[in-house]
């Protein structure tokens, strides 16, 4: 099972709007609404941020949204802030031996 | 609110065996899967397994002859042992909880970087 694609990094200026890209496959992305999304900041543990493709847990900000098509699932980000400077993961759940894979991370700077 | 804590040597032989312990607070470790997760050195994340609180597991096949992970209830504790190590099992070991309705982990410990050198 191959990681999930994303881009290397994904820049915008503070208040701006950006978006998280995360290609797969029709065995994880495209065949199963199970994407989720994880901010990670060096040395603290990741935290959830979006799950089941477009839900928020409480406590996470209405900035960060989540959506699918086809085989690709996006995160956006809105208004983007300095404190959302991280490392982003998409992760998704596979109908193979391999249980769950994850993306190959998004670094996000704020210009 | 739960929290996930690592522990374990840092340093690892070649060919010897890791052992990390994930300690929950907060809450009980029963009624929800639990998982290690790894990101080596410059890379990205990799899924290792997951453990129920009855015992039942679940290994990444590309790490399964090698992985076990188990359980201790009465500790509030999971672990993960790794065999026949090299140097590409360096990584940063993080476990997780594992909402196992649609697969997402929502805890995370903050990880414990392990290497392997002699």
């Known amino acids: 099972q191959s990681a999930l694609t994303q881009p290397a990094s994904v820049s915008g200026s503070p208040g701006q709007s950006i978006t998280i890209s995360c290609t797969g496959t029709?065995?994880?992305?495209?065949?199963?609404?199970?994407v989720s999304w994880y901010q990670h900041h060096p040395g603290k543990a990741p935290k959830l941020m979006i799950y089941?493709?477009?839900n928020r847990p409480s406590g996470v900000s209405d900035r960060f949204s989540g959506s699918k098509s086809g085989n690709t699932a996006s995160l956006t980000i809105s208004g983007l802030q300095a404190e959302d400077e991280a490392e982003y993961y998409c992760?998704?759940?596979?109908?193979?031996?391999?249980?769950?894979?994850f993306g190959t991370g998004t670094k996000v700077t704020a210009l | 609110q739960v929290q996930l804590q690592e522990s374990g040597p840092g340093l690892v032989k070649p060919s010897g065996t890791l052992s990390l312990i994930c300690t929950v607070s907060?809450?009980?470790?029963?009624?929800?899967?639990w998982s290690w997760i790894r990101q080596p050195p410059g890379k990205g994340l990799e899924w290792i397994g997951h453990?129920?609180?009855?015992?039942?597991?679940r290994y990444n096949p590309s790490l399964e002859s090698r992985v076990t992970i188990s359980i201790d209830t009465s500790k509030n504790q999971f672990s993960l042992k790794l065999s026949s190590v090299t140097a590409a099992d360096t990584a940063v070991y993080y476990c997780?909880?594992?909402?196992?309705?649609?697969?997402?982990?929502?805890?995370w410990g903050e990880g414990t970087t392990v290497t392997v050198s002699s």
């Open positions: 089941d493709v477009s």
């Open positions: 907060g809450g009980s470790i029963s009624t929800y899967y």
């Open positions: 997780a909880r594992v909402q196992m309705a649609t697969i997402f982990m929502d805890v």
């Open positions: 992760g998704s759940y596979t109908g193979g031996s391999t249980l769950f894979v």
């Open positions: 453990i129920y609180y009855s015992g039942t597991s």
């Open positions: 029709s065995s994880d992305v495209g065949g199963y609404d199970y």
